[in-house]
């Protein structure tokens, strides 16, 4: 094996603990592993053709990180998995494709709210001296179970919605 094969090997594995790790930030609400993870002009989208899906864009780090502070902040129990990576390295410059599955549950007063999540994620990343950090994170859900997320989430549009109205 060359030294770039095996450069480009150990590229790979570090693009798919990405995944991992960003999985694991949203869980454990560990939103300072979660910024470690993408650079500060970072571009997140969610969308898809599941049932129920609220199709979002996020432009920069402190935008996204303060939307999943807020929806995430309601939830109570998440399980998020990536798996099924397909990653090319080229460079300091990686492309992936990650399926994902996740469980998103809020107790609303006696009930609980369940939806599931399944798609994937679309993903371009940058070696940084701090590891790599994606630039452009891309979900798209294609089966989506349970609550639809504008009942997970609510609680977070009707507050968005008052703020909307006291700014007008």
């Not at 049932?51 to 939307?67: A, Q, S």
């Not at 502070?69 to 494709?97: K, L, P, Q, W």
Request: net charge negative.
């Amino acid at each position: 094996m060359t030294q770039q094969q095996l450069d480009d090997l150990v590229g790979r594995l570090d693009v798919i603990d990405a995944f991992y790790r960003y999985a694991r930030a949203v869980d454990e609400r560990d939103w300072d592993a979660m910024a470690d993870l993408f650079t500060e002009d970072v571009i997140v989208r969610f969308d898809g053709p599941a049932r129920g899906i609220l199709p979002v864009r996020l432009d920069g780090r402190e935008e996204f990180l303060t939307e999943f502070r807020t929806f995430f902040g309601i939830c109570g129990s998440t399980y998020h998995v990536s798996m099924n990576h397909e990653v090319r390295v080229d460079g300091d410059v990686a492309t992936a494709r990650a399926a994902y599955r996740d469980l998103d549950e809020r107790v609303d007063g006696e009930h609980v709210l369940c939806v599931e999540n399944l798609g994937f994620f679309d993903a371009r990343l940058v070696r940084t001296p701090h590891g790599w950090q994606f630039t452009e994170l891309h979900g798209t859900t294609v089966i989506s179970r349970g609550a639809t997320e504008e009942e997970i989430f609510a609680p977070v549009v009707a507050l968005e919605t008052t703020r909307s109205r006291r700014r007008g």
